[in-house]
Protein backbone atom coordinates (compact mmCIF):
# COMPACT_ATOMS: atom_id res chain seq x y z
CA UNK A 1 0.00 0.00 0.00
CA UNK A 2 1.66 3.17 -0.97
CA UNK A 3 -0.72 5.42 0.90
CA UNK A 4 -1.80 6.10 4.15
CA UNK A 5 -4.56 8.43 5.71
CA UNK A 6 -5.19 9.47 8.78
CA UNK A 7 -8.50 12.16 9.58
CA UNK A 8 -8.09 14.50 12.59
CA UNK A 9 -9.85 17.60 12.98
CA UNK A 10 -10.99 18.23 9.71
CA UNK A 11 -7.92 17.50 8.07
CA UNK A 12 -7.27 13.98 5.93
CA UNK A 13 -3.78 13.84 5.47
CA UNK A 14 -2.75 11.20 2.87
CA UNK A 15 0.92 9.94 3.18
CA UNK A 16 2.13 9.09 0.21
CA UNK A 17 5.01 6.84 -0.54
CA UNK A 18 6.91 5.06 -3.58
CA UNK A 19 6.31 6.24 -7.20
CA UNK A 20 3.34 7.83 -8.49
CA UNK A 21 2.68 6.59 -11.72
CA UNK A 22 -0.47 5.80 -13.46
CA UNK A 23 -0.33 2.30 -11.74
CA UNK A 24 0.38 3.13 -8.05
CA UNK A 25 -1.95 6.77 -8.66
CA UNK A 26 -4.92 4.48 -9.14
CA UNK A 27 -5.21 2.96 -5.87
CA UNK A 28 -4.32 6.20 -4.00
CA UNK A 29 -7.02 7.93 -5.71
CA UNK A 30 -9.56 5.12 -4.47
CA UNK A 31 -7.89 5.02 -1.32
CA UNK A 32 -8.58 8.95 -1.07
CA UNK A 33 -11.59 9.69 -2.49
CA UNK A 34 -13.15 7.22 -0.12
CA UNK A 35 -11.53 8.72 2.69
CA UNK A 36 -13.32 12.11 1.43
CA UNK A 37 -16.76 10.58 1.21
CA UNK A 38 -16.73 9.22 4.39
CA UNK A 39 -15.10 12.07 6.63
CA UNK A 40 -15.96 14.98 4.55
CA UNK A 41 -12.27 16.81 5.54
CA UNK A 42 -12.48 20.91 4.81
CA UNK A 43 -8.73 20.19 4.35
CA UNK A 44 -7.30 17.54 2.30
CA UNK A 45 -3.51 17.66 2.71
CA UNK A 46 -1.23 15.46 0.08
CA UNK A 47 2.37 14.78 1.72
CA UNK A 48 5.17 13.53 -1.11
CA UNK A 49 8.13 12.90 1.80
CA UNK A 50 8.03 9.64 1.00
CA UNK A 51 7.73 10.12 -2.82
CA UNK A 52 10.74 8.85 -4.97
CA UNK A 53 9.66 9.66 -8.20
CA UNK A 54 6.43 11.05 -9.44
CA UNK A 55 5.56 11.86 -13.60
CA UNK A 56 2.58 13.56 -14.93
CA UNK A 57 0.10 11.04 -13.57
CA UNK A 58 1.18 12.61 -10.02
CA UNK A 59 -0.21 15.54 -11.46
CA UNK A 60 -3.60 14.05 -12.46
CA UNK A 61 -4.11 13.12 -9.20
CA UNK A 62 -3.32 16.19 -7.41
CA UNK A 63 -5.97 18.30 -10.29
CA UNK A 64 -8.32 15.12 -9.47
CA UNK A 65 -8.48 15.78 -6.35
CA UNK A 66 -8.04 19.88 -6.34
CA UNK A 67 -11.86 19.74 -7.94
CA UNK A 68 -13.44 16.78 -5.63
CA UNK A 69 -12.72 19.06 -2.81
CA UNK A 70 -13.75 22.06 -4.64
CA UNK A 71 -17.03 20.54 -5.44
CA UNK A 72 -17.66 20.75 -1.32
CA UNK A 73 -15.57 23.97 -0.66
CA UNK A 74 -12.54 22.27 1.02
CA UNK A 75 -8.85 22.99 0.01
CA UNK A 76 -5.60 20.94 -0.91
CA UNK A 77 -2.27 21.46 0.62
CA UNK A 78 1.08 20.24 -0.78
CA UNK A 79 3.00 19.22 2.04
CA UNK A 80 6.88 18.41 2.02
CA UNK A 81 7.75 18.14 -1.65
CA UNK A 82 10.84 16.84 -2.29
CA UNK A 83 13.25 18.93 -4.63
CA UNK A 84 13.32 15.91 -7.14
CA UNK A 85 9.34 16.61 -8.06
CA UNK A 86 9.40 20.43 -8.09
CA UNK A 87 10.21 20.46 -11.55
CA UNK A 88 7.08 18.59 -12.73
CA UNK A 89 4.99 20.65 -10.25
CA UNK A 90 6.38 23.71 -11.93
CA UNK A 91 5.80 22.86 -15.53
CA UNK A 92 2.29 21.77 -14.79
CA UNK A 93 1.18 25.24 -13.21
CA UNK A 94 -0.69 23.51 -10.58
CA UNK A 95 0.92 25.85 -7.79
CA UNK A 96 -1.13 28.62 -9.35
CA UNK A 97 -4.37 26.54 -7.53
CA UNK A 98 -2.63 24.79 -5.25
CA UNK A 99 0.12 25.95 -2.33
CA UNK B 1 26.26 6.16 -36.73
CA UNK B 2 26.92 2.48 -35.05
CA UNK B 3 25.69 2.37 -31.49
CA UNK B 4 27.96 2.05 -28.67
CA UNK B 5 24.92 -0.87 -26.95
CA UNK B 6 21.59 -1.46 -27.68
CA UNK B 7 18.37 -3.38 -26.11
CA UNK B 8 14.97 -4.35 -27.05
CA UNK B 9 12.40 -5.40 -24.87
CA UNK B 10 8.83 -6.14 -25.67
CA UNK B 11 6.00 -6.70 -22.61
CA UNK B 12 2.51 -6.42 -21.78
CA UNK B 13 0.40 -3.31 -22.03
CA UNK B 14 0.24 -3.42 -18.46
CA UNK B 15 0.16 -0.20 -15.80
CA UNK B 16 2.40 -2.63 -13.71
CA UNK B 17 4.99 -2.76 -16.29
CA UNK B 18 5.52 1.06 -16.22
CA UNK B 19 7.77 0.72 -13.25
CA UNK B 20 9.49 -2.14 -15.01
CA UNK B 21 10.39 -0.52 -18.40
CA UNK B 22 11.65 2.84 -16.12
CA UNK B 23 13.68 0.39 -14.00
CA UNK B 24 15.08 -0.98 -17.29
CA UNK B 25 15.95 1.82 -19.24
CA UNK B 26 17.23 3.32 -16.10
CA UNK B 27 19.85 0.25 -15.31
CA UNK B 28 20.54 0.69 -19.31
CA UNK B 29 21.77 4.00 -19.57
CA UNK B 30 23.69 3.48 -15.74
CA UNK B 31 27.36 3.42 -17.58
CA UNK B 32 26.92 6.51 -18.85
CA UNK B 33 27.27 8.05 -15.59
CA UNK B 34 23.94 10.55 -15.38
CA UNK B 35 23.42 12.63 -12.85
CA UNK B 36 20.33 12.17 -10.90
CA UNK B 37 18.62 14.88 -12.33
CA UNK B 38 19.66 13.58 -15.97
CA UNK B 39 18.53 9.80 -14.43
CA UNK B 40 15.04 11.15 -13.32
CA UNK B 41 14.24 12.99 -16.81
CA UNK B 42 14.67 9.85 -18.64
CA UNK B 43 12.74 7.84 -16.28
CA UNK B 44 9.81 10.44 -16.40
CA UNK B 45 9.88 10.77 -20.23
CA UNK B 46 9.78 7.09 -20.50
CA UNK B 47 7.15 6.81 -17.90
CA UNK B 48 4.69 9.25 -20.03
CA UNK B 49 5.50 7.44 -23.45
CA UNK B 50 4.81 3.94 -21.70
CA UNK B 51 1.40 5.46 -19.87
CA UNK B 52 0.36 6.65 -23.28
CA UNK B 53 0.66 3.53 -24.82
CA UNK B 54 -1.20 1.26 -22.32
CA UNK B 55 -4.10 4.05 -21.81
CA UNK B 56 -4.31 5.76 -25.90
CA UNK B 57 -2.88 3.25 -27.58
CA UNK B 58 -4.44 0.17 -26.66
CA UNK B 59 -7.14 1.73 -24.24
CA UNK B 60 -6.36 -0.28 -21.76
CA UNK B 61 -6.86 -3.40 -23.62
CA UNK B 62 -4.52 -6.20 -24.80
CA UNK B 63 -1.17 -5.84 -26.64
CA UNK B 64 2.61 -5.29 -26.63
CA UNK B 65 4.54 -2.23 -26.35
CA UNK B 66 8.42 -2.65 -27.25
CA UNK B 67 10.95 -0.65 -25.78
CA UNK B 68 14.71 0.33 -28.13
CA UNK B 69 16.89 2.00 -26.30
CA UNK B 70 20.43 2.86 -27.93
CA UNK B 71 23.25 4.47 -26.64
CA UNK B 72 25.48 6.42 -29.11
CA UNK B 73 29.22 7.72 -29.28
CA UNK B 74 29.09 10.82 -26.85
CA UNK B 75 26.85 10.01 -24.89
CA UNK B 76 23.77 10.33 -27.22
CA UNK B 77 20.85 8.25 -25.67
CA UNK B 78 18.14 7.19 -28.06
CA UNK B 79 14.68 5.56 -26.61
CA UNK B 80 11.87 4.58 -28.64
CA UNK B 81 8.71 3.34 -27.18
CA UNK B 82 6.24 1.52 -30.13
CA UNK B 83 2.44 0.23 -29.47
CA UNK B 84 0.08 -1.24 -32.53
CA UNK B 85 -3.09 0.31 -31.10
CA UNK B 86 -5.50 2.41 -32.21
CA UNK B 87 -2.83 5.38 -33.38
CA UNK B 88 -2.79 9.29 -33.21
CA UNK B 89 -5.62 11.12 -35.73
CA UNK B 90 -3.90 14.64 -35.42
CA UNK B 91 -0.07 14.31 -33.94
CA UNK B 92 -0.06 18.45 -33.02
CA UNK B 93 -3.08 18.27 -31.21
CA UNK B 94 -2.16 15.66 -28.76
CA UNK B 95 0.83 17.17 -28.19
CA UNK B 96 -0.72 20.48 -26.54
CA UNK B 97 -0.74 20.53 -23.25
CA UNK B 98 -3.53 19.95 -21.09
CA UNK B 99 -5.25 18.17 -23.88
CA UNK B 100 -6.44 14.92 -23.04
CA UNK B 101 -9.15 12.60 -24.58
CA UNK B 102 -9.82 10.31 -21.75
CA UNK B 103 -10.34 13.73 -19.49
CA UNK B 104 -10.79 13.08 -15.78
CA UNK B 105 -7.72 11.54 -14.13
CA UNK B 106 -5.29 12.22 -17.14
CA UNK B 107 -3.12 15.72 -17.04
CA UNK B 108 -3.11 16.00 -20.56
CA UNK B 109 0.74 16.76 -19.89
CA UNK B 110 2.44 13.30 -21.19
CA UNK B 111 3.92 15.30 -24.16
CA UNK B 112 4.86 18.29 -22.99
CA UNK B 113 7.00 16.73 -19.68
CA UNK B 114 8.79 14.62 -22.37
CA UNK B 115 9.56 17.84 -24.94
CA UNK B 116 10.62 19.38 -21.69
CA UNK B 117 12.57 16.62 -20.39
CA UNK B 118 14.49 15.31 -22.72
CA UNK B 119 16.40 17.04 -25.87
CA UNK B 120 14.47 15.64 -28.62
CA UNK B 121 10.94 14.14 -29.04
CA UNK B 122 9.56 12.92 -32.23
CA UNK B 123 6.04 11.00 -32.49
CA UNK B 124 5.25 9.26 -35.51
CA UNK B 125 1.19 7.52 -35.88
CA UNK B 126 -0.36 6.00 -38.37
CA UNK B 127 -4.19 5.10 -37.03
CA UNK B 128 -5.53 2.12 -36.89
CA UNK B 129 -1.83 0.75 -36.73
CA UNK B 130 0.31 2.31 -33.89
CA UNK B 131 2.45 5.40 -32.43
CA UNK B 132 5.74 5.41 -32.42
CA UNK B 133 7.59 7.66 -29.59
CA UNK B 134 11.46 8.70 -30.08
CA UNK B 135 13.38 10.52 -27.36
CA UNK B 136 16.47 11.86 -27.08
CA UNK B 137 18.73 12.68 -24.84
CA UNK B 138 22.68 13.78 -24.09
CA UNK B 139 24.21 12.73 -21.40
CA UNK B 140 26.84 14.84 -20.74
CA UNK B 141 30.47 13.57 -20.11
CA UNK B 142 31.77 14.76 -16.66
CA UNK B 143 35.08 14.47 -14.74
CA UNK B 144 35.02 10.31 -14.06
CA UNK B 145 36.50 11.49 -10.77
CA UNK B 146 33.77 10.31 -9.01
CA UNK B 147 33.90 6.99 -9.42
CA UNK B 148 36.63 6.89 -7.34
CA UNK B 149 34.11 7.36 -4.43
CA UNK B 150 31.98 4.73 -5.88
CA UNK B 151 34.40 1.97 -5.82
Known amino acids: MNVKTVFDSG ?21 IDGDIERFHPGVLSLDFRRVRFMDSSGIG ?32 GVRTLID | MEAVNEMTLTFASKSMNENFARAAV ?26 NA ?15 AKILPGGRV ?10 IENIKQAMEPLFSTVGGERAGLGFAV ?4 MDSLKVTSKPGSGTTVTLEKYIIRRNRAVNDERG
Do not use: C, W
Open chain 1, 11 to 31: ELTALLSGDIDHHAAREMRLV
Open chain 1, 61 to 92: LIMGRYRLMKLTGGAVKLENVPPALERIIALS
Open chain 2, 26 to 51: SAFVLPLDPTITELADIKTAVSEAVT
Open chain 2, 78 to 87: IIKVRDKGRG
Open chain 2, 114 to 117: MQSF
Open chain 2, 54 to 68: IVHGYEYGEGQITLN
